[in-house]
């Protein structure tokens, strides 16, 4: 599960509570009353004690302490694991990964980790320095420094600049790498924090600028959690004016309790115009935007502004402004009064000033595409599709009243994603990668080419004996399900190869090829095979193939997975003694139900900071803001649904199962830790045999340094080989 941030070149909000890649219910209270136990509606099932709910609670440490000292024990003395540490240490510091760039002030920015800078540096070079081999980069914030110098585990979120010039930010910076945040005022010319700036304390919360001395906020405002959605997001936004006490903010928006959230934006044009809007999220997968106009930025002005609602259907998100344009992507279809159907994954514009309803369709997919996403420079819209689960790109140039689409030549069988846009110019950054082919930086918009790659990162394990191939599986109801398979050239069906799959199927993500060296080094060139699983649920052919596995048709998502498994051993493949599967979030979820629906078809399931107990999700963490997604107890049929296919209360003692390995994150304040504690101890209730580790840091993303990641990444490869590869 994800946050899906507006893109920081053109919104202001840090983070908007979206899942791949976002916050938690638990971790709101935590903030809210201090209490950091969890708290179910249903008895949880025997041998489950209560305690491994208090998160942080002594008993509930201690439990954690000696599961995690067993697991080492178990995984760390293979010799194996100094090995595939100090590997996936090498590619995880490698001074050969690409500087990924971001355009801010007429300057490119970047933020870097490596052995010497393991919480990382923020820093800045020109765009005629950057195309070069070796940049000259400037250090803005080094986050090892200020964490040393503050004594706190700072991991550095991402920054909010008031636009056009970027001068000023809000650089978020988190404590261990948790969702809630502390937003503190940065100069990014005087490289310094702003003396006596803007300061907003620890939480989960949205900030908009509106000037250099105002901003639009949505956060714990008294500290009790009343002003937080059930799901533990803003609903209350306020004006905060600088050197105003919080509690004089003035109110400018409320939405209701039972929202998702509430957050304010600020979206800016390359020809200088700005909106401020409003971002009402009813569910997880709706919103509704308005206008906020004639608002006071006096030092103690009450005029709190008007709100114009948009009319736009609810499942639309909002990619940026181009000449004054609003540009949305639309999840359903659209039809207005009189007018044509707008088809559901269209790309459209809509003049927020034209009372009229005229919207413009800028890009409609075919029956072979998917929008994927959209970003805008000064003149032209950036535009990246899927095409059979293969990613594409291309460029919008408006010509007189029409829009001309022009395809950029990029590598096939890759995933193609938008880096970065600028406003002031028509230079974009899009990032190019595919299982076998290292990432590559292109930049368009710069050249008369129109097309130019800058970057290739260097391979970081041997790829000359591997190939990537495109299969079909059919699912339980005769639907057709690809995957993509990475493997060895000239593997012959024997059923021996050892194959890791790994699936996800939810909230419209889609799983396309991705180079992940970790996996690389540590797996493939150990012989192994990769497989990666299209199912239902996600956004790999559109919104459609996502609805088709919402609440209670998910068991779909679920029958896909195991028909991929399934056609794996079919072909020879894998054996069941040679085939495993990997899931994180979300896709721990989809690794629980596999393990408890089909424990006959894996040999080594790792289930990754997962959703495990889905009877009482509502209740842990930020779970009811996924209700869209999962359904929810309170509802008869969808309660009735998630009984027959949440994994904690379907394990059962007269069945045998693989021994799982589980990881989570003490500090995971999205999904939380509960789920995979409870998880591993009703195994241990079952005498079922199981491997469980618990990072106290990381959060949800797991991501705070290298050396924690080597260390996760190390304990997985361990155990796959010894599963898998019994006899290296």
């Known amino acids: 599960m994800t946050a899906r941030p507006f893109r920081s070149g053109h919104f202001t909000p840090l983070k908007r509570p979206r899942f791949l890649l976002t916050s938690a219910v638990t971790g709101a209270l935590m903030l809210a009353t201090g209490h950091n136990a969890a708290k179910a509606d249903e008895p949880l099932p025997p041998g489950v004690p209560s305690f491994l709910s208090d998160i942080h609670g002594a008993e509930a440490m201690d439990w954690v302490d000696a599961q995690n000292r067993r697991t080492v024990t178990a995984l760390e003395t293979d010799p194996r694991y100094t090995v595939f540490h100090e590997q996936a240490l090498e590619v995880l510091q490698s001074k050969n990964r690409l500087d990924i760039p971001e355009f801010l002030g007429g300057q490119i920015w970047n933020f870097w980790q490596d052995a010497h800078h393991p919480r990382g540096i923020w820093r800045r070079t020109t765009l005629a320095s950057y195309r070069t081999e070796m940049p000259g980069w400037l250090t803005a914030l080094d986050v090892d420094a200020l964490a040393k110098k503050e004594h706190v585990n700072w991991v550095f979120q991402g920054a909010n600049c008031l636009k056009p010039k970027d001068r000023y930010c809000l650089v978020a910076l988190s404590d261990g790498g948790e969702d809630a945040q502390t937003l503190r005022e940065f100069d990014t010319q005087a490289r310094l924090f702003v003396l006596d700036g803007f300061v907003l304390p620890r939480a989960k919360q949205s900030v908009a600028w509106v000037n250099r001395d105002t901003l639009l906020a949505g956060r714990d405002w008294d500290g009790t959690g009343a002003t937080l959605t059930s799901s533990g997001y803003p609903f209350v936004i306020r004006r905060i004016i600088r050197n105003e006490p919080f509690d004089q903010a003035l109110e400018i928006y409320r939405g209701e309790k039972s929202d998702v959230s509430v957050d304010p934006a600020t979206i800016t044009d390359g020809d200088g115009n700005s909106l401020f809007l409003i971002r009402r999220s009813p569910t997880f997968f709706t919103s509704q935007f308005a206008i906020l106009s004639g608002m006071d930025t006096a030092f103690q002005g009450r005029n709190a502004g008007t709100l114009q609602w948009l009319p736009l259907p609810e499942k639309i998100e909002l990619k940026g402004m181009i000449h004054g344009l609003l540009v949305f992507a639309l999840g359903e279809d659209w039809t207005r009064t009189g007018m044509d159907k707008i088809k559901q994954g269209s790309l459209i514009a809509v003049d927020p000033k034209d009372r009229s309803g005229n919207v413009t369709v800028l890009f409609a997919p075919d029956n072979r595409q998917v929008l994927d996403d959209a970003a805008v420079t000064h003149n032209s819209i950036i535009v990246t599709y899927l095409e059979n689960v293969r990613g594409h790109a291309m460029v919008l140039h408006r010509h007189s009243n029409t829009w001309q689409h022009v395809v950029l030549p990029l590598p096939d069988m890759s995933s ?64 057709a399900i690809p995957y993509f398979l990475v493997r060895q050239k000239g593997m012959t069906p024997n059923g021996h190869h050892p194959t890791l799959l790994t699936g996800y199927g939810g909230f419209q993500i889609p799983m396309t090829p991705a180079y992940d060296a970790v996996l690389g080094r540590l797996w493939l060139s150990q012989g192994g095979s990769y497989a990666v699983a299209n199912i239902r649920g996600g956004g790999e052919f559109g919104p459609q193939w996502h609805e088709a596995a919402r609440k209670t048709h998910r068991q779909k998502a679920y029958d896909d997975f195991a028909s991929v498994g399934q056609d794996i051993l079919k072909r020879g493949i894998a054996s069941r003694d040679s085939l495993g599967i990997r899931g994180r979030s979300n896709g721990g979820l989809l690794m629980g139900v596999a393990f408890t629906q089909h424990p006959e078809l894996w040999k080594a399931v790792v289930i990754g900071v997962p959703l495990l107990d889905m009877i009482n999700f509502e209740n842990l963490s930020a779970g009811s803001s996924w209700i869209d997604e999962y359904g929810s107890m309170k509802n008869p049929e969808e309660a009735r649904f998630l009984r027959t296919i949440s994994p904690l209360q379907n394990l059962k003692a007269s069945v045998t199962y693989p021994e799982p390995f589980i990881f989570t994150s003490t500090s995971d304040d999205r999904v939380g830790p509960v789920h995979a504690r409870r998880f591993a101890a009703r195994l241990e209730a079952l005498k079922k045999p199981f491997l469980y580790y618990e990072d106290v840091e990381g959060g949800h993303s797991g991501n705070v340094n290298a050396e924690e990641v080597a260390h996760e990444r190390s304990l997985e490869a361990v155990y796959l080989t010894q599963k898998l590869m019994p006899k290296q």
């Open 416 to 479: 193609v994603r938008i880096i970065d846009t600028d406003q002031q110019s028509d230079a974009a950054f899009l990032k190019v990668e595919g299982f076998l082919e290292p990432p590559q930086i292109w930049l368009v918009g710069t050249s008369q080419a129109g097309l130019e790659k800058i970057r290739q990162e260097k391979d970081l394990f041997d790829t000359s004996n591997l190939a990537v191939e495109q299969l079909e599986a059919r699912s339980k109801d005769g639907t």
